[in-house]
């Protein structure tokens, strides 16, 4: 069974602070890892890795995938208290065709 | 980014009856799109995953006679919450993945209340 876990589960930090989120996985036909950011509604789509060590970047958020120790990070640099949400991380396997979803990472960016 | 619709966005119904929830690719064409459930606080969890003509793949304690799942176009799928009982209220989400691609879009998500 195809299984992604993302540490911490949650999250507090002061406005300025740097955050690191983890995800690791085990799956069967690896064929990428995405990171959401889940406010209130629906996820949006932060990033999607494939291959390893080559650093995906978004303005204050970051992020890098390694396929040898099956895990990925998501950065986030001087935090904001927009930044709070729940950051999902889940990987898209080839055999069954589907998204596996982390538990997630609830960030809360206080002042 | 591509846009996935969603509708209802909410929607109230009474026990027993059947609601039907709306998933369109906006501006691409999706092979496949995925049908989550989300519980509060919890992650999404896959119901199941339909391809466009053929009939949907259902994971495990799934009751897909519950749980109708329709993709008849390259750009719509709706699922069909049939004989709702107030345990079926949840946060539905839809996401289509981007024909030849991997990446995976969502939907803004549906909250049904069974009262």
């Known amino acids: 069974e195809d299984k992604v876990v993302q540490s911490p589960l949650s999250l507090v930090v002061h406005e300025g602070d740097t955050v690191t989120l983890n995800c690791s996985y085990e799956v069967t036909n690896f064929r990428s890892l995405l990171w959401y950011k889940q406010e209130k509604k629906a996820p949006t789509f932060l990033f999607m890795l494939?291959?390893?060590?080559i650093e995906k970047k978004s303005g204050r958020l970051s992020s890098i995938l390694d396929k040898k120790e099956l895990f990925s990070i998501l950065n986030i640099t001087a935090t904001q208290t927009g930044d709070s949400a729940v950051y999902l991380c889940?990987?898209?396997?080839?055999?069954?065709?589907?998204?596996?979803f982390g538990t997630g990472t609830r960030l809360q960016v206080t002042l | 980014g591509a846009v996935v619709s969603q509708h209802p966005s909410r929607v109230i119904c009474k026990s027993g009856t059947s609601v039907k929830i709306e998933c369109r690719s906006l501006d691409f064409q999706a092979t496949t799109m995925f049908w989550y459930r989300q519980f509060p606080k919890q992650s999404l969890m896959l119901m199941a995953t339909s391809n466009e003509g053929s009939k949907a793949t259902y994971e495990q304690g799934v009751e897909k006679d519950k749980f109708l799942i329709n993709h008849a176009s390259l750009t719509l799928s709706t699922l069909t919450v049939t004989s709702a009982h107030p345990e079926d209220s949840s946060f539905y989400i839809c996401?289509?993945?981007?024909?030849?691609?991997?990446?995976?879009?969502f939907g803004e998500g549906s909250w049904l209340t069974v009262v």
């Open positions: 889940a990987v898209y396997t080839g055999t069954a065709s589907k998204l596996t």
């Open positions: 494939t291959s390893s060590g």
């Open positions: 996401s289509a993945r981007l024909r030849g691609g991997n990446t995976i879009y």
